[in-house]
Protein backbone atom coordinates (compact mmCIF):
# COMPACT_ATOMS: atom_id res chain seq x y z
CA UNK A 1 0.00 0.00 0.00
CA UNK A 2 1.19 3.46 -0.91
CA UNK A 3 1.71 5.96 1.82
CA UNK A 4 3.48 9.55 2.90
CA UNK A 5 4.92 11.00 5.24
CA UNK A 6 3.15 14.09 6.83
CA UNK A 7 6.44 16.46 8.34
CA UNK A 8 4.81 18.89 10.89
CA UNK A 9 6.73 21.69 11.73
CA UNK A 10 5.13 24.52 14.21
CA UNK A 11 6.19 27.59 13.04
CA UNK A 12 4.46 30.60 14.23
CA UNK A 13 2.34 33.11 11.11
CA UNK A 14 4.54 35.74 9.54
CA UNK A 15 4.21 39.45 9.89
CA UNK A 16 4.86 42.46 7.71
CA UNK A 17 3.99 45.70 10.71
CA UNK A 18 1.23 47.97 8.94
CA UNK A 19 0.72 51.49 10.15
CA UNK A 20 -1.55 54.09 9.76
CA UNK A 21 -2.86 56.98 11.81
CA UNK A 22 -6.41 57.05 12.32
CA UNK A 23 -9.23 59.92 13.83
CA UNK A 24 -10.68 58.92 17.09
CA UNK A 25 -14.07 57.50 17.32
CA UNK A 26 -15.20 59.08 20.24
CA UNK A 27 -15.95 62.46 21.37
CA UNK A 28 -12.66 64.99 22.53
CA UNK A 29 -12.60 65.73 26.38
CA UNK A 30 -10.04 68.24 28.19
CA UNK A 31 -8.44 66.41 30.47
CA UNK A 32 -10.34 68.67 32.96
CA UNK A 33 -13.89 67.37 31.93
CA UNK A 34 -15.71 65.44 34.79
CA UNK A 35 -16.28 61.55 33.30
CA UNK A 36 -16.26 58.03 34.51
CA UNK A 37 -13.53 57.34 31.53
CA UNK A 38 -10.42 58.07 30.49
CA UNK A 39 -9.52 58.53 27.06
CA UNK A 40 -6.47 56.42 26.51
CA UNK A 41 -4.61 56.74 23.21
CA UNK A 42 -3.03 52.80 22.14
CA UNK A 43 -0.48 52.12 19.42
CA UNK A 44 -1.60 49.46 17.65
CA UNK A 45 0.33 47.25 15.17
CA UNK A 46 -0.91 44.64 12.95
CA UNK A 47 0.87 41.90 11.28
CA UNK A 48 0.09 39.98 8.67
CA UNK A 49 1.69 36.49 6.99
CA UNK A 50 4.79 37.53 5.27
CA UNK A 51 6.03 34.11 4.87
CA UNK A 52 9.91 34.02 3.89
CA UNK A 53 10.57 31.76 1.36
CA UNK A 54 13.55 30.14 -0.77
CA UNK A 55 14.18 30.49 -4.37
CA UNK A 56 12.93 26.99 -5.20
CA UNK A 57 9.53 27.00 -3.38
CA UNK A 58 6.06 28.87 -4.27
CA UNK A 59 6.86 32.92 -4.69
CA UNK A 60 4.98 34.42 -1.72
CA UNK A 61 1.83 36.58 -3.94
CA UNK A 62 1.51 39.90 -2.56
CA UNK A 63 -2.26 38.96 -2.22
CA UNK A 64 -0.55 36.93 0.60
CA UNK A 65 -0.01 39.49 2.99
CA UNK A 66 -2.57 43.31 1.36
CA UNK A 67 -4.58 44.73 4.12
CA UNK A 68 -6.91 46.25 2.03
CA UNK A 69 -9.36 47.27 5.07
CA UNK A 70 -9.19 46.84 8.92
CA UNK A 71 -11.20 47.12 11.69
CA UNK A 72 -10.11 46.79 15.26
CA UNK A 73 -12.59 46.43 18.16
CA UNK A 74 -11.75 46.61 21.42
CA UNK A 75 -13.84 45.04 24.51
CA UNK A 76 -13.59 45.32 28.19
CA UNK A 77 -15.78 42.91 29.98
CA UNK A 78 -17.16 41.93 26.70
CA UNK A 79 -18.33 45.66 26.20
CA UNK A 80 -17.31 47.72 23.22
CA UNK A 81 -14.95 50.37 23.96
CA UNK A 82 -12.41 51.36 21.24
CA UNK A 83 -12.52 51.13 17.44
CA UNK A 84 -10.93 51.63 14.24
CA UNK A 85 -11.12 51.62 10.88
CA UNK A 86 -9.02 51.69 8.14
CA UNK A 87 -8.03 51.18 4.00
CA UNK A 88 -4.85 50.12 1.76
CA UNK A 89 -2.95 49.23 5.40
CA UNK A 90 0.48 48.99 3.64
CA UNK A 91 2.95 51.35 5.37
CA UNK A 92 5.54 49.74 7.55
CA UNK A 93 7.44 50.58 10.90
CA UNK A 94 4.62 52.91 11.84
CA UNK A 95 1.41 51.91 14.52
CA UNK A 96 -2.46 52.58 14.18
CA UNK A 97 -3.96 54.91 16.28
CA UNK A 98 -6.73 54.21 18.04
CA UNK A 99 -8.66 55.99 21.20
CA UNK A 100 -10.31 53.36 23.91
CA UNK A 101 -12.87 55.12 26.63
CA UNK A 102 -11.20 52.63 30.11
CA UNK A 103 -12.35 53.14 33.52
CA UNK A 104 -10.42 56.31 35.75
CA UNK A 105 -7.76 53.95 37.24
CA UNK A 106 -6.74 50.61 38.02
CA UNK A 107 -5.97 47.84 35.96
CA UNK A 108 -8.40 46.44 33.26
CA UNK A 109 -8.13 44.15 30.54
CA UNK A 110 -8.36 44.75 26.78
CA UNK A 111 -9.93 41.99 24.46
CA UNK A 112 -8.92 43.09 20.86
CA UNK A 113 -11.00 41.48 17.65
CA UNK A 114 -9.53 42.23 13.88
CA UNK A 115 -11.05 41.68 10.97
CA UNK A 116 -9.01 42.20 7.70
CA UNK A 117 -10.55 42.34 3.98
CA UNK A 118 -14.64 42.28 4.52
CA UNK A 119 -15.29 42.65 1.22
CA UNK A 120 -13.43 39.46 -0.06
CA UNK A 121 -16.04 37.54 1.64
CA UNK A 122 -19.13 37.07 0.45
CA UNK A 123 -22.36 36.12 2.29
CA UNK A 124 -23.02 32.77 2.81
CA UNK A 125 -27.21 32.33 3.01
CA UNK A 126 -28.68 33.95 6.49
CA UNK A 127 -25.85 32.69 8.54
CA UNK A 128 -24.42 36.04 9.43
CA UNK A 129 -24.56 38.04 12.24
CA UNK A 130 -26.87 41.22 12.29
CA UNK A 131 -23.96 42.88 13.28
CA UNK A 132 -22.65 42.89 9.46
CA UNK A 133 -24.58 43.84 6.44
CA UNK A 134 -24.45 42.43 3.25
CA UNK A 135 -23.57 44.60 0.05
CA UNK A 136 -25.70 44.11 -3.55
CA UNK A 137 -22.45 42.09 -4.71
CA UNK A 138 -22.97 39.97 -1.77
CA UNK A 139 -19.87 40.80 -0.41
CA UNK A 140 -19.66 41.84 3.69
CA UNK A 141 -19.35 45.17 5.43
CA UNK A 142 -18.95 44.92 9.08
CA UNK A 143 -20.88 47.66 11.24
CA UNK A 144 -19.26 49.88 14.25
CA UNK A 145 -20.87 47.88 17.14
CA UNK A 146 -20.68 44.31 16.84
CA UNK A 147 -20.41 41.90 19.77
CA UNK A 148 -17.33 40.40 20.88
CA UNK A 149 -19.29 36.54 20.50
CA UNK A 150 -20.90 37.61 17.15
CA UNK A 151 -17.49 37.02 15.01
CA UNK A 152 -17.81 33.29 15.63
CA UNK A 153 -20.85 33.59 13.43
CA UNK A 154 -19.54 35.09 10.42
CA UNK A 155 -18.95 32.66 7.54
CA UNK A 156 -18.27 33.38 3.21
CA UNK A 157 -17.32 32.09 0.19
CA UNK A 158 -14.32 33.60 -2.34
CA UNK A 159 -15.81 34.57 -5.43
CA UNK A 160 -12.32 33.07 -7.09
CA UNK A 161 -8.33 32.79 -6.60
CA UNK A 162 -7.67 36.72 -7.55
CA UNK A 163 -8.34 38.29 -3.93
CA UNK A 164 -8.53 41.59 -5.32
CA UNK A 165 -9.82 42.46 -2.02
CA UNK A 166 -7.87 40.65 -0.08
CA UNK A 167 -8.02 37.61 1.81
CA UNK A 168 -10.34 36.94 4.13
CA UNK A 169 -8.06 37.57 7.70
CA UNK A 170 -8.54 38.08 11.70
CA UNK A 171 -6.56 38.59 14.61
CA UNK A 172 -7.69 38.16 18.20
CA UNK A 173 -5.39 39.14 20.82
CA UNK A 174 -5.70 40.85 25.05
CA UNK A 175 -3.21 43.32 27.38
CA UNK A 176 -4.11 44.74 30.47
CA UNK A 177 -4.05 48.44 30.99
CA UNK A 178 -2.60 50.17 34.24
CA UNK A 179 -4.91 53.14 33.75
CA UNK A 180 -3.20 54.73 36.77
CA UNK A 181 0.30 54.53 35.47
CA UNK A 182 -0.82 55.88 32.21
CA UNK A 183 -2.25 59.13 33.29
CA UNK A 184 0.53 61.22 33.00
CA UNK A 185 1.19 60.72 29.95
CA UNK A 186 -0.82 63.61 28.20
CA UNK A 187 -0.72 63.26 24.19
CA UNK A 188 -0.21 65.77 21.67
CA UNK A 189 -1.02 63.84 19.15
CA UNK A 190 -3.22 65.70 16.26
CA UNK A 191 -6.82 64.90 16.64
CA UNK A 192 -5.92 62.92 19.87
CA UNK A 193 -5.31 65.95 22.58
CA UNK A 194 -6.74 65.91 25.85
CA UNK A 195 -6.05 61.99 25.97
CA UNK A 196 -3.44 59.42 28.18
CA UNK A 197 -1.00 57.98 25.53
CA UNK A 198 0.40 54.62 25.80
CA UNK A 199 4.01 54.69 24.85
CA UNK A 200 4.55 50.76 24.26
CA UNK A 201 2.67 49.38 20.75
CA UNK A 202 0.53 46.84 21.31
CA UNK A 203 0.96 44.25 18.62
CA UNK A 204 -1.57 41.41 17.27
CA UNK A 205 -1.22 38.96 14.66
CA UNK A 206 -3.53 38.91 11.64
CA UNK A 207 -4.45 35.18 10.50
CA UNK A 208 -5.83 33.79 7.72
CA UNK A 209 -8.95 31.81 7.33
CA UNK A 210 -7.22 29.65 4.49
CA UNK A 211 -4.84 27.00 3.93
CA UNK A 212 -2.74 27.19 0.85
CA UNK A 213 -1.62 24.02 -1.59
CA UNK A 214 1.17 23.50 -3.75
CA UNK A 215 2.03 20.72 -5.59
CA UNK A 216 5.77 19.91 -6.92
CA UNK A 217 7.03 16.57 -8.87
CA UNK A 218 10.16 14.13 -8.90
CA UNK A 219 11.43 11.55 -11.10
CA UNK A 220 13.08 8.50 -9.26
CA UNK A 221 16.55 7.65 -10.90
CA UNK A 222 19.72 8.52 -11.98
CA UNK A 223 19.69 8.80 -15.89
CA UNK A 224 19.71 12.61 -17.70
CA UNK A 225 16.66 12.05 -19.95
CA UNK A 226 13.62 13.54 -18.80
CA UNK A 227 10.68 11.68 -19.68
CA UNK A 228 8.45 12.31 -16.78
CA UNK A 229 5.52 15.17 -17.61
CA UNK A 230 2.94 16.11 -15.13
CA UNK A 231 0.05 17.49 -17.85
CA UNK A 232 -2.65 18.51 -15.21
CA UNK A 233 -3.70 18.72 -11.43
CA UNK A 234 -7.09 19.16 -10.27
CA UNK A 235 -8.79 19.69 -6.75
CA UNK A 236 -11.53 18.50 -5.92
CA UNK A 237 -14.02 17.91 -2.14
CA UNK A 238 -13.11 21.58 -1.47
CA UNK A 239 -15.17 22.90 1.38
CA UNK A 240 -17.10 25.85 -0.70
CA UNK A 241 -17.35 27.97 2.63
CA UNK A 242 -15.57 28.49 5.98
CA UNK A 243 -15.69 30.22 9.34
CA UNK A 244 -14.08 33.48 9.63
CA UNK A 245 -13.07 32.82 13.01
CA UNK A 246 -12.11 29.48 14.39
CA UNK A 247 -14.74 27.12 15.18
CA UNK A 248 -15.61 23.70 15.85
CA UNK A 249 -18.53 23.66 13.23
CA UNK A 250 -17.51 23.16 9.75
CA UNK A 251 -19.62 23.61 6.65
CA UNK A 252 -20.30 20.70 4.55
CA UNK A 253 -21.09 21.76 1.64
CA UNK A 254 -18.50 21.69 -1.68
CA UNK A 255 -17.57 23.27 -4.57
CA UNK A 256 -17.11 22.33 -8.24
CA UNK A 257 -13.86 20.43 -9.46
CA UNK A 258 -11.18 22.71 -10.29
CA UNK A 259 -7.97 22.59 -12.18
CA UNK A 260 -5.01 24.28 -9.96
CA UNK A 261 -2.51 22.90 -12.76
CA UNK A 262 -3.21 22.98 -16.58
CA UNK A 263 0.22 23.36 -17.85
CA UNK A 264 2.21 20.69 -19.24
CA UNK A 265 5.09 20.45 -16.40
CA UNK A 266 8.50 18.55 -17.60
CA UNK A 267 9.96 16.46 -14.43
CA UNK A 268 13.71 17.83 -14.12
CA UNK A 269 13.97 17.05 -10.67
CA UNK A 270 15.93 13.35 -9.82
CA UNK A 271 15.89 11.61 -6.73
CA UNK A 272 18.01 8.90 -6.18
CA UNK A 273 16.92 6.29 -3.75
CA UNK A 274 20.16 4.54 -3.36
CA UNK A 275 21.79 7.93 -1.86
CA UNK A 276 22.25 7.37 1.71
CA UNK A 277 20.58 11.02 2.12
CA UNK A 278 17.26 9.77 0.21
CA UNK A 279 14.78 9.80 3.03
CA UNK A 280 16.05 13.48 4.42
CA UNK A 281 16.16 14.99 0.67
CA UNK A 282 12.60 13.01 -0.29
CA UNK A 283 10.92 15.66 2.10
CA UNK A 284 12.93 18.45 0.95
CA UNK A 285 10.90 20.74 -1.56
CA UNK A 286 13.84 22.10 -2.47
CA UNK A 287 14.65 18.47 -4.38
CA UNK A 288 11.42 19.12 -6.40
CA UNK A 289 9.99 20.78 -9.65
CA UNK A 290 7.25 22.99 -8.91
CA UNK A 291 4.17 21.74 -10.90
CA UNK A 292 1.75 24.47 -9.79
CA UNK A 293 2.80 27.97 -10.59
CA UNK A 294 0.59 29.56 -8.04
CA UNK A 295 -0.58 28.25 -5.07
CA UNK A 296 -4.51 27.26 -4.61
CA UNK A 297 -5.98 28.53 -1.39
CA UNK A 298 -9.09 26.71 0.62
CA UNK A 299 -11.14 26.30 3.73
CA UNK A 300 -10.87 24.54 6.60
CA UNK A 301 -12.10 20.31 5.55
CA UNK A 302 -12.64 18.52 9.15
CA UNK A 303 -12.38 15.47 6.50
CA UNK A 304 -9.57 13.74 5.81
CA UNK A 305 -7.17 10.38 5.75
CA UNK A 306 -6.63 9.24 9.63
CA UNK A 307 -3.25 9.61 11.00
CA UNK A 308 -1.76 6.54 12.05
CA UNK A 309 1.22 7.77 14.26
CA UNK A 310 1.49 10.93 16.75
CA UNK A 311 5.49 11.53 16.08
CA UNK A 312 7.33 13.48 13.23
CA UNK A 313 6.92 10.34 10.92
CA UNK A 314 2.95 10.35 10.88
CA UNK A 315 1.62 8.40 8.10
CA UNK A 316 -1.30 8.39 5.84
CA UNK A 317 -3.12 6.04 3.11
CA UNK A 318 -2.97 9.03 0.62
CA UNK A 319 -4.32 6.77 -1.89
CA UNK A 320 -7.59 5.48 -0.11
CA UNK A 321 -10.76 7.14 -0.31
CA UNK A 322 -12.22 9.10 2.37
CA UNK A 323 -15.32 10.23 2.71
CA UNK A 324 -15.76 14.19 2.03
CA UNK A 325 -11.76 14.62 2.07
CA UNK A 326 -10.16 16.91 0.20
CA UNK A 327 -8.98 15.63 -3.14
CA UNK A 328 -5.80 16.18 -5.51
CA UNK A 329 -6.07 14.47 -8.82
CA UNK A 330 -2.52 14.44 -10.64
CA UNK A 331 -2.69 13.17 -14.37
CA UNK A 332 0.93 12.42 -15.93
CA UNK A 333 2.59 10.89 -18.21
CA UNK A 334 5.68 8.14 -17.60
CA UNK A 335 9.14 7.74 -19.01
CA UNK A 336 7.21 4.74 -21.36
CA UNK A 337 4.88 7.25 -22.74
CA UNK A 338 1.68 5.84 -20.37
CA UNK A 339 -0.93 8.27 -19.11
CA UNK A 340 -1.50 7.77 -15.48
CA UNK A 341 -3.58 9.63 -12.57
CA UNK A 342 -2.64 9.57 -9.13
CA UNK A 343 -5.56 10.24 -7.01
CA UNK A 344 -4.49 11.85 -3.68
CA UNK A 345 -6.86 12.18 -0.54
CA UNK A 346 -5.35 14.86 2.06
CA UNK A 347 -5.56 15.03 5.84
CA UNK A 348 -7.84 17.39 7.38
CA UNK A 349 -7.36 20.59 5.96
CA UNK A 350 -6.86 23.31 8.73
CA UNK A 351 -6.16 27.48 8.55
CA UNK A 352 -3.61 28.93 7.91
CA UNK A 353 -2.03 25.64 6.93
CA UNK A 354 0.89 25.44 4.09
CA UNK A 355 0.44 22.04 2.43
CA UNK A 356 3.17 21.21 0.21
CA UNK A 357 2.27 17.53 -2.08
CA UNK A 358 5.70 15.72 -3.44
CA UNK A 359 4.64 13.60 -5.84
CA UNK A 360 8.19 11.12 -6.80
CA UNK A 361 7.26 8.91 -10.36
CA UNK A 362 9.27 5.69 -9.21
CA UNK A 363 10.91 3.67 -11.95
CA UNK A 364 7.88 1.46 -12.57
CA UNK A 365 6.15 4.91 -13.58
CA UNK A 366 3.85 4.41 -10.08
CA UNK A 367 3.71 7.29 -8.04
CA UNK A 368 4.20 8.12 -3.97
CA UNK A 369 3.95 10.89 -2.04
CA UNK A 370 5.53 12.92 1.01
CA UNK A 371 2.98 15.68 2.92
CA UNK A 372 4.39 18.76 4.37
CA UNK A 373 2.53 20.70 6.08
CA UNK A 374 3.85 23.44 8.21
CA UNK A 375 2.36 27.13 9.57
CA UNK A 376 2.60 30.27 7.16
CA UNK A 377 5.34 31.78 9.29
CA UNK A 378 5.31 34.22 11.98
CA UNK A 379 6.82 37.50 11.79
CA UNK A 380 8.65 39.78 14.30
CA UNK A 381 5.34 41.18 15.91
CA UNK A 382 3.96 40.06 19.21
CA UNK A 383 1.07 38.29 19.47
CA UNK A 384 -1.70 37.29 22.01
CA UNK A 385 -4.63 35.30 20.96
CA UNK A 386 -8.19 34.64 22.04
CA UNK A 387 -7.85 30.91 21.06
CA UNK A 388 -4.91 31.19 23.27
CA UNK A 389 -6.58 32.84 26.34
CA UNK A 390 -8.94 32.63 28.98
CA UNK A 391 -11.32 35.67 29.63
CA UNK A 392 -15.03 35.95 31.05
CA UNK A 393 -17.22 39.10 31.72
CA UNK A 394 -19.58 40.11 34.99
CA UNK A 395 -17.68 37.87 37.33
CA UNK A 396 -19.26 34.75 38.60
CA UNK A 397 -22.55 34.90 40.88
CA UNK A 398 -23.73 32.35 42.88
CA UNK A 399 -27.80 31.58 43.42
CA UNK A 400 -30.14 29.88 45.96
CA UNK A 401 -33.12 29.44 44.12
CA UNK A 402 -33.52 33.35 43.05
CA UNK A 403 -31.77 34.97 46.12
CA UNK A 404 -28.13 35.86 44.79
CA UNK A 405 -25.36 34.72 47.80
CA UNK A 406 -22.94 36.42 48.99
CA UNK A 407 -20.00 34.15 49.55
CA UNK A 408 -16.80 34.40 51.91
CA UNK A 409 -13.86 34.25 49.85
CA UNK A 410 -13.71 31.76 47.53
CA UNK A 411 -15.95 29.32 49.31
CA UNK A 412 -19.85 28.37 49.36
CA UNK A 413 -20.71 26.45 52.08
CA UNK A 414 -24.18 24.58 52.13
CA UNK A 415 -26.40 24.03 54.97
CA UNK A 416 -26.36 20.80 56.48
CA UNK A 417 -29.20 19.07 54.54
CA UNK A 418 -29.37 16.88 51.85
CA UNK A 419 -30.27 17.82 48.15
CA UNK A 420 -29.48 21.63 49.05
CA UNK A 421 -28.48 23.71 45.97
CA UNK A 422 -26.65 26.35 44.77
CA UNK A 423 -26.27 27.76 41.36
CA UNK A 424 -23.13 29.51 40.11
CA UNK A 425 -24.04 32.03 36.55
CA UNK A 426 -21.22 33.13 34.47
CA UNK A 427 -20.04 33.88 30.73
CA UNK A 428 -16.50 32.58 29.66
CA UNK A 429 -15.59 34.79 26.19
CA UNK A 430 -13.02 33.76 25.08
CA UNK A 431 -11.32 31.25 23.93
CA UNK A 432 -13.43 32.02 21.08
CA UNK A 433 -14.85 28.45 19.53
CA UNK A 434 -14.26 26.45 22.67
CA UNK A 435 -15.54 24.71 24.84
CA UNK A 436 -15.66 25.27 28.87
CA UNK A 437 -16.32 22.21 31.43
CA UNK A 438 -17.18 22.09 35.10
CA UNK A 439 -15.34 19.24 37.49
CA UNK A 440 -15.74 18.65 41.44
CA UNK A 441 -12.41 17.17 42.66
CA UNK A 442 -11.21 16.04 45.91
CA UNK A 443 -11.54 13.47 48.84
CA UNK A 444 -15.66 14.26 49.61
CA UNK A 445 -16.42 14.54 45.81
CA UNK A 446 -19.10 11.79 46.19
CA UNK A 447 -20.84 13.99 48.67
CA UNK A 448 -21.88 16.57 45.60
CA UNK A 449 -23.37 16.19 42.62
CA UNK A 450 -24.12 18.46 39.47
CA UNK A 451 -27.81 18.88 38.15
CA UNK A 452 -27.81 18.76 34.47
CA UNK A 453 -31.34 19.84 32.79
CA UNK A 454 -31.98 22.67 29.88
CA UNK A 455 -30.79 25.13 31.64
CA UNK A 456 -27.65 23.70 34.26
CA UNK A 457 -24.65 22.12 31.96
CA UNK A 458 -21.64 20.81 33.10
CA UNK A 459 -20.41 21.60 29.67
CA UNK A 460 -21.04 24.29 27.29
CA UNK A 461 -19.67 26.67 24.27
CA UNK A 462 -17.36 29.80 25.06
CA UNK A 463 -19.74 32.96 24.30
CA UNK A 464 -23.02 32.22 25.79
CA UNK A 465 -24.45 33.14 29.37
CA UNK A 466 -23.96 29.47 31.48
CA UNK A 467 -24.82 28.37 34.73
CA UNK A 468 -24.12 25.07 36.86
CA UNK A 469 -25.91 23.56 39.40
CA UNK A 470 -24.62 21.56 42.11
CA UNK A 471 -26.63 19.75 45.29
CA UNK A 472 -25.35 18.44 48.46
CA UNK A 473 -26.43 14.14 48.24
CA UNK A 474 -26.67 13.73 51.94
CA UNK A 475 -26.77 15.34 55.35
CA UNK A 476 -23.70 16.06 57.20
CA UNK A 477 -24.16 14.63 60.46
CA UNK A 478 -21.53 14.00 62.77
CA UNK A 479 -18.84 13.37 59.99
CA UNK A 480 -16.34 15.61 61.78
CA UNK A 481 -15.63 17.19 58.48
CA UNK A 482 -16.82 19.98 56.33
CA UNK A 483 -16.58 17.65 52.95
CA UNK A 484 -14.76 20.61 51.20
CA UNK A 485 -14.27 19.76 47.37
CA UNK A 486 -12.96 21.86 44.51
CA UNK A 487 -14.55 23.40 41.86
CA UNK A 488 -12.59 24.05 38.88
CA UNK A 489 -13.96 25.24 35.25
CA UNK A 490 -11.32 24.50 32.17
CA UNK A 491 -11.96 26.19 29.01
CA UNK A 492 -10.83 23.88 25.74
CA UNK A 493 -9.59 25.96 22.45
CA UNK A 494 -10.29 24.89 19.19
CA UNK A 495 -6.64 23.24 18.98
CA UNK A 496 -7.40 21.23 21.94
CA UNK A 497 -5.51 22.97 24.37
CA UNK A 498 -6.98 23.28 28.18
CA UNK A 499 -6.92 26.49 30.20
CA UNK A 500 -8.31 26.78 33.51
CA UNK A 501 -10.11 29.61 33.99
CA UNK A 502 -8.59 31.98 36.84
CA UNK A 503 -11.92 33.31 38.22
CA UNK A 504 -9.55 34.13 41.19
CA UNK A 505 -5.99 33.86 42.73
CA UNK A 506 -6.56 29.86 43.15
CA UNK A 507 -8.09 29.09 39.99
CA UNK A 508 -11.30 27.64 41.94
CA UNK A 509 -13.62 27.34 44.39
CA UNK A 510 -14.33 25.69 47.30
CA UNK A 511 -17.50 24.08 48.22
CA UNK A 512 -17.83 22.74 51.94
CA UNK A 513 -21.27 21.73 54.24
CA UNK A 514 -22.29 22.95 57.90
CA UNK A 515 -22.08 19.67 60.17
CA UNK A 516 -23.92 19.09 62.93
Known amino acids: MQKFNKI ?33 LVQIGVNTADMQT ?39 DKALLMDLKLPVSGNVTVDFVAVANETGMTAVGDNISVAVSRNENGTLTFSKNVGMTEFNKITYTLADQSFANGMPMYAVGSTSIDVDA ?13 HFIIDEQIDITLTRSLSKVVVYAAEEGTSEKNNVKINNVKISN ?25 TEVTVDKKLNRADQNFSTKRKDPANFKLVTATPYYIPENNSGTPVESEDESIVYNWNTEVA ?52 WQQGTGASVSFDKEVSFEGGFKWYKGTEEQTITGDTYTFDVN ?14 IGGTWYASLSGGDVQNYAFVENETDKISGTVGEDSQITIKTLSSNLNSGSDKPVKLTITAVNTDGKSMVVKFNTNGYYTIKQKQM
Open 8 to 40: IKKVAAASLAVVLAAGCVFEKEGPTATRDYENV
Open 238 to 262: VISSGYLFPTTTYPTTYADEAIISN
Open 324 to 375: GATKLTVNYTTGSGQDKDAVIYMPKVERNNFYKVLCLIKANGEMELVLNVVD
Open 418 to 431: ADEEVTCKFKITAP
Open 54 to 92: KATEAPVATLETQVKTLRVYAYIGGVLSGYLYATDVNTK
Open 182 to 194: VRAQQNTAAGHTG
